[in-house]
């Protein structure tokens, strides 16, 4: 295993370096690794699975194009999150100056491949409410809450994904589950 | 402080981030407080819960074919690109040197190409302005139609789903 200038293990350098000389399984390799963040990220921001895949792979692809540019010192997953998240807000941009067809809601599509561990875990009425209140929120809230609790990722990864000061990410991260809070309250009183 | 007498939720949740601090004892003993703290609390365990979804069975597949797709055409275009260029020049050069005009004969050429463009000129000046003055609104009329056809066709050329192009690679 390979090791940065502070000692922290870099799994992906030998990848990237191989993927830099058009070598295509160690991308491969790349993309199976972070994939599911990856795909996860695009998916609360987007909320339908067919564009979450669609712009996943998009990134993907871009960070093939732009492999040249990223310092192998930094972790390849959240580099290539911050590309997905760019892509994300882009095309939500242009959808909301759309706005033509109804998107199909992402409490249809979220109940997935992970079902059975996670029904042990939480019971699936609650986690659908959590699922269709969170769906509710603006993206910027979303995707705090996303990183941080699903993806367990700590302030300063989330910083340097969302492009903010690590210290801003705690208090959006209160305001965001605190919205989600009133949220789950309102629709508590509606059942 | 709220109407209540509460302290603000951000600075209490500060405190809460902290372990310590006066807020913090005034949420132990108010049952509003303590109740959106639990709330939160709750809230966190639920969401720690929530995974991922696992991405489609063949995604790995799919973002292959389009790095394989997309890879290959650059690499060729900017071959190509460069062998044309580089037979252009060439066949100039040749065509000049073959020619054997010297500079002296290149610029006399440039300067009768010069008088030739002005005199263009003048007569599409002329034209036009012998047209404006006979058909003037019919002419408005069709230079704006052509100017709404072309924008139309940029919009629809712009507005494909591949129009991700804009977003930043960090």
């Known amino acids: 295993m390979m090791f940065g200038e502070e000692g922290k293990a870099l799994p992906w350098k030998a990848d990237v370096l191989a993927a830099r000389r058009g070598d295509h399984s160690a991308f491969a390799s790349l993309v199976r690794s972070v994939q599911r963040p990856v795909y996860g990220l695009c998916l609360r921001l987007l909320r339908t699975d067919s564009e979450a895949c669609e712009v996943a792979q998009e990134a993907f692809l871009r960070a093939f194009q ?8 930094k ?24 706005r033509a067809e109804d998107v199909q809601e992402m409490k249809d599509v979220l109940p997935s491949a992970d079902k059975s561990q996670e029904q042990t875990a939480i019971d699936r009425e609650e986690r659908l409410s959590l699922e269709s209140a969170l769906s509710t929120l603006p993206v910027e809230d979303r995707e705090v809450l996303a990183l941080y609790y699903v993806q367990k990722r700590t302030t300063k990864e989330i910083a340097e994904v969302v492009g903010v000061a690590p210290g801003t990410i705690m208090a959006r991260l209160f305001r965001a589950r605190e919205k989600l809070r009133k949220q789950m309250a309102s629709q508590e009183c509606r059942s | 402080m709220t109407e209540n ?6 600075q209490l949740f500060e405190q809460v981030a902290e372990g310590r601090g006066p807020l913090l004892d005034h949420a132990r003993g108010c049952e509003s407080c303590s109740e959106i703290l639990e709330q939160h609390r709750q809230l966190e365990k639920d969401l720690y819960r929530i995974a991922d979804p696992l991405p489609p069975a063949n995604f790995v597949g799919q973002v292959m074919v389009r790095v394989s797709a997309h890879h290959a055409p650059m690499r060729h275009n900017i071959v190509s690109a460069l062998a044309i260029m580089a037979a252009s020049i060439g066949a100039g050069i040749f065509a000049f040197v073959r020619s054997g005009y010297g500079l002296a004969e290149v610029g006399t050429s440039t300067a009768s190409s010069f008088m030739a463009a002005k005199s263009l000129w003048l007569g599409l000046t002329t034209a036009v302005s012998a047209l404006w003055s006979s058909a003037a609104l019919p002419l408005t009329l069709s230079m704006f139609a052509v100017l709404m056809l072309c924008l139309y066709s940029l919009k629809r050329l712009t507005g494909d789903a591949h129009a991700f192009k804009e977003a930043k690679v960090s």
């Open chain 1, 66 to 73: 732009n492999l040249h540019k990223y310092d192998e010192q």
């Open chain 2, 5 to 10: 007498g509460c302290p603000e939720l951000e």
């Open chain 1, 75 to 98: 972790p390849f997953d959240l580099w290539v999150m911050a590309i997905a998240r760019n892509l994300c807000l882009d095309l939500l941009r242009r959808r909301s100056r759309m």
